[in-house]
């Protein structure tokens, strides 16, 4: 009987206990987020953390980071620097082995020390000083940055809309910058931006200073009246943007408009009405619900975790959170198969080694090296026309310009 | 030594027959027998209240470091979270939004697991953090035409005649507190299902 109790039935509970328990030791990965919900920029935050959640339930779907579960932490600061730092220890307690960040503020303040802590943080901050590894070697981000933006935004409209214009041949296309001030994130792409129209031969006029809290922007479109721009660069969030058309439409300025990413998205034409028409706009990402590779999953996963919010809610800010996450998983799965999970592994054999990588969502092939983290070269243009988002133009800047891409462009 | 095995051998056929009885009484979670747990706002707290004010960086403090600075509003969000399944399911997640009127103004999670036994109910208590500086910030940035419609005025002086009569009025409930795109998600044995819900507060 001795026999049997030790030869059968212990052997029996101890299978039936570690089966009972094995999925709680299933090796899990964990991962930060810090959002912002409440804050500043709460309106397409809280959009983007919703996206992030529920890509990250896609992700562990289809069988997480190669078999192991990621483990979101996902915190909102309120657009509170000091918070951010405080959760960025958080995170170092919990071993987050990367971090999916939000923007200008908390992307800057914490540059320096994910690099000397060697954390991966993905941002949803695409300023072009962010691009150079030698300076800011953790910080990435799967979006053209605002200074090549504002380069392939100019140059479409230059490409597309000048020469059928009245003018063309006989005078300097007129380009002036609307945007706040005060703001690093507004100011970010405005010397690239001048760069690029005066290389295309643009006169330039006076800058805007228009808040990102403006609702009226008359005295800033009246002070353009003599100048008669052709073309608006609009750097600002959507709600001032929107201000800006709606005034340049009423006080009949005659401009088109160029908007950088974060002014142009669903609610532009919500809150702009008929002076939104025609307005073109850079999205590195396809817009909620078109019809790319992935979108299917994106609004499938928005449905199931988050039923309650009207999917004409959802944005772009969403698709753009889907591609945070899946380049992301993506340089993880890199490293976790090259044994080096680590940050690191994630930044040397996980990002640095993508070269022309297909994501999907409409975002263009995606490449890191060690000397630049520029990971697009294309800018997608849109042009919204018809109560729709319309593809306009694919502007390589690369290709066209290799010499200044390489040599002149990279952390500005 | 066949009397002195009796009683082990006894003492398993009565543990193997137990833990296969239980095996056999308690319900397995399937898609056809998971019924949606329920999710619904029980109250609203004011948790902890500092009043109204708003310190701008001009202003030296007589202590620490000067900045912009609003008073915070916690309030706590309660809720019961009913389980109608015959086994337990675990909560992984909830998460809504709050909007002051028509305006939101944050959107809150908890993160932490609980188990809600069968048939049972449990309640669960949120706290949102609303912080003047950021509160305005984003009535600023997100809400300025629709202050203008509803006549507080434009730029921050409407801003804050709006925040100041919701810090006032919070002890009171003086404006309703609306819980809406709340989602949850329950597991149970493999199996996910997320539900809805929304409240108001006070009960219109």
């Given at each position: ?204 006029g006076p800058d805007q200073d228009v808040s990102l809290f403006a609702i009226d922007t008359k005295s800033q479109v009246l002070g353009l009246k003599e100048f008669k721009p052709d073309v608006l660069l609009h750097t600002n969030t959507v709600m001032s943007v929107a201000a800006t058309l709606r005034d340049a439409y009423s006080l009949g300025l005659g401009a088109d408009h160029i908007i950088v990413n974060w002014g142009y998205d669903e609610n532009l034409p919500r809150l702009a009405g008929k002076a939104a028409e025609g307005a073109m706009g850079s999205a590195p990402w396809a817009f909620f619900g078109e019809d790319v590779p992935l979108m299917d999953k994106v609004v499938e996963y928005a449905k199931r975790y988050n039923p309650g919010i009207p999917m004409e809610k959802r944005t772009i ?96 | ?204």
């Open positions: 009987m001795k026999d049997i109790w030790f030869k059968v039935l212990v052997p029996f509970f101890a299978v039936a206990i570690l089966v009972g328990f094995s999925t709680g030791w299933a090796a899990t990965i964990t991962v930060g987020a810090l959002n912002d919900m409440t804050g500043a920029t709460s309106d397409v935050g809280k959009d983007y953390a919703l996206g992030i959640a529920e890509a990250i339930h896609y992700v562990n779907d289809m069988g997480g980071i190669n078999g192991k579960k990621i483990k979101l932490y996902q915190f909102d600061y309120g657009y509170r620097i000091p918070e951010a730092l405080t959760k960025y220890n958080l995170f170092k307690r919990l071993k987050c082995v990367a971090i999916l960040g939000w923007g200008t503020g908390d992307t800057e303040a914490l540059a320096p020390t994910v690099a000397r802590d060697k954390i991966p943080y993905v941002s949803a901050s695409y300023s072009g000083h962010l691009c150079n590894p030698e300076k800011t070697p953790y910080n990435l981000f799967f979006s053209s940055d605002y200074s090549s933006q504002a380069r392939g935004l100019i140059t479409a409209w230059f490409d597309k809309k000048w020469p059928n214009h009245k003018d063309y041949g006989n005078r300097k296309p007129r380009i002036a910058c609307c945007y706040m001030f005060a703001s690093p994130f507004s100011s970010s792409a405005i010397k690239a931006a001048k760069d690029q129209a005066n290389m295309l031969g643009f006169e330039i800010h969403t698709v753009q959170a889907w591609a945070s996450v899946l380049g992301l998983a993506e340089a993880m799965k890199r490293a976790d198969k090259a044994g080096n999970l680590t940050g690191p592994g994630i930044l040397k054999q996980g990002f640095e080694s993508m070269k022309d990588l297909e994501i999907g969502l409409g975002l263009a092939p995606v490449s890191f090296t060690a000397t630049d983290h520029r990971c697009q070269t294309v800018i997608n243009v849109y042009e919204y026309r018809n109560g729709k988002f319309n593809a306009l133009e694919k502007v390589d800047l690369k290709s066209r310009w290799p010499d200044k891409w390489a040599n002149e462009w990279i952390g500005w | 030594m066949r009397k002195r095995s009796i009683i082990p051998t006894g003492f398993v056929v009565i543990v193997l027959g137990a833990f296969l009885f239980a095996c056999a009484t308690v319900p397995t979670p399937t898609e056809q027998n998971f019924k949606t747990p329920v999710v619904t706002l029980n109250s609203v707290e004011l948790a902890h209240y500092w009043g109204w004010w708003y310190f701008s960086k001009k202003v030296q403090p007589t202590k620490g470091k000067a900045g912009d600075y609003g008073a915070p509003l916690d309030f706590a969000f309660i809720f019961d979270i009913e389980n109608p399944n015959p086994y337990p399911v675990m909560m992984e997640h909830l998460k809504f939004t709050v909007a002051f009127e028509e305006f939101d103004l944050n959107t809150v999670s908890s993160m932490e697991t609980q188990w809600v036994p069968a048939g049972k109910t449990n309640q669960v208590r949120v706290h949102a953090m609303f912080d003047g500086r950021q509160s305005l910030l984003s009535l600023l940035v997100t809400g300025g035409f629709k202050l203008k419609e509803k006549g507080m005025g434009v730029g921050a002086g409407g801003a804050f005649k709006q925040l100041e009569a919701w810090w006032v009025g919070a002890p009171e409930f003086s404006f309703p507190i609306y819980v809406k795109e709340g989602s949850a998600v329950f597991k149970a044995d493999g199996l996910t299902s997320v539900v809805t819900f929304s409240g108001t507060f006070p009960q219109e």
